[in-house]
């Protein structure tokens, strides 16, 4: 788990706590019981809702069985916030179980596929440069998604986060020698130096760099 995971993992575990003293709060009433302390279920609920989206998505599972509760059944019992609870429990399960990394690292293979489609498809048509930088833009974001993944800082040059995570042993280093030669002809392209590189290095590089993406972003 990396550092943004583990604050989340903190943060969904404090809501846990709170909501089950917020469920404590019901009191017998003539309509039923309730939870007299609207603010303060609200402001719970608010953070609910922040924290399953902006970490899971909103077209996660966990989103998409918060959302109808909220949608169809009253909040103010304590009933409900339990089942809130129970949806908040299995998503501190399933982040610490490592599946957020997975969910993020398939996704980003995913967008990744799209704009190396996309080169693919310009180096076809005989704009190697073109498609030799788009190729270089997938290969700095993946190299950034992993380090990120291990807890390393991603920031800096490409150059410096694939030497990075070599020492890291994320990958060997005739691997790393591979991910060098594919900035170097990203380079190329970014700086004009066309004769450099040719139309069947662009092909080769896209073609790596798939399956770099395919190995390392789809766990």
């Not at 404090?14 to 017998?28: D, F, K, N």
């Not at 020492?167 to 060098?180: E, L, N, T």
Request: hydrophobic fraction near 40%; proline fraction near 3%; include cysteine.
């Amino acid at each position: 788990m990396n550092a943004r995971q583990g604050k989340a993992a903190a943060r969904l575990r404090e809501l846990i706590t709170e909501g089950e003293a917020v469920a404590l709060l019901e009191r017998p009433s003539s309509v039923g019981p309730y939870i007299q302390d609207k603010v303060r279920l609200h402001a719970w609920l608010v953070k609910v809702d922040n924290i399953t989206k902006t970490t899971f998505g909103a077209d996660s599972p966990h989103y998409s069985q918060l959302t109808p509760i909220l949608a169809r059944d009253d909040p103010s019992r304590a009933d409900v916030v339990r089942a809130i609870i129970g949806i908040l429990t299995g998503a501190l399960d399933d982040l610490e179980g490592g599946f957020l990394q997975g969910q993020e690292h398939l996704i980003a293979g995913e967008i990744l596929d799209s704009v190396l489609e996309e080169a693919r498809q310009l180096s076809k048509s005989g704009y190697k440069d073109a498609a030799a930088f788009l190729a270089r833009v997938v290969v700095e974001d993946a190299l950034r998604r992993l380090c990120r993944s291990i807890d390393l800082p991603d920031v800096g040059k490409a150059a410096d986060l694939n030497n990075a995570l070599r020492d890291a042993g994320q990958y060997s280093k005739p691997q790393w020698r591979i991910v060098q030669s594919w900035l170097d002809v990203g380079n190329a392209a970014a700086h004009g130096k066309f004769d450099d590189y040719t139309a069947d290095d662009v092909m080769r590089m896209i073609d790596g760099v798939g399956r770099f993406v395919a190995e390392n972003l789809r766990v």
